[in-house]
């Protein structure tokens, strides 16, 4: 079967920093599974090269910042009180943040990425932001969408429904 619309695709891949060292950034060995056909579950430019793929075939894509995690964003980049945060505040810590009247959408999720006795430096950019990546994967299943599916856009592992 050939990845068509309306598709569950299986794949192993590595994503590589292709613009950095080309270190391997993340290496999955057990298959992950998508809807295809423009349902935002992978890289739209991985999906447009998969289709019409059969099992079996590899393909590249080399992702630039604006087709992956976006560009780096300095505004993103916030110096608050350390007053403001719980006593054990460490670098790596995540929160959630956004202006007072902001809805669950304008939400950032902020990483520290720096710590002084007075100041937590903060960082909103995805650590991945402003990278070129490369997209390396073999497909490993291709099946047809069950109703379900498709009516919730998402592929459900084999014991059912799991958000």
Same mark, same amino acid.
């Given at each position: ?96 943040? *956004? ?30 932001? *402003? ?28 014991? *059912?429904?799991?958000?």
């Amino acid at each position: 079967m050939k990845i068509e619309k309306d598709s569950v695709v299986s794949l192993r891949y590595e994503l590589i920093n292709t613009g950095g060292n080309g270190e391997i950034i993340e290496r999955v060995d057990d298959p992950i599974s998508y809807l295809h056909g423009g349902y935002d579950g992978i890289f739209p430019l991985v999906e447009e090269a998969l289709h019409g793929m059969s099992v079996g075939d590899q393909c590249s894509v080399t992702l630039k910042p604006e087709d992956a995690f976006g560009e780096y964003e300095h505004e993103l980049v916030e110096v608050e009180p350390r007053s403001s945060f719980p006593s054990d505040v460490a670098v790596g810590m995540q929160f959630e943040g *956004g202006p007072e009247d902001a809805d669950d959408e304008d939400f950032v999720l902020y990483t520290v990425v720096d710590l002084t006795d007075d100041e937590v430096t903060v960082d909103g950019n995805h650590p991945l932001a *402003g990278k070129t990546l490369t997209f390396n994967c073999t497909v490993t299943g291709v099946r047809k969408a069950t109703e379900e599916e498709l009516e919730h856009g998402h592929v459900h592992d084999e014991g *059912g429904h799991l958000h």
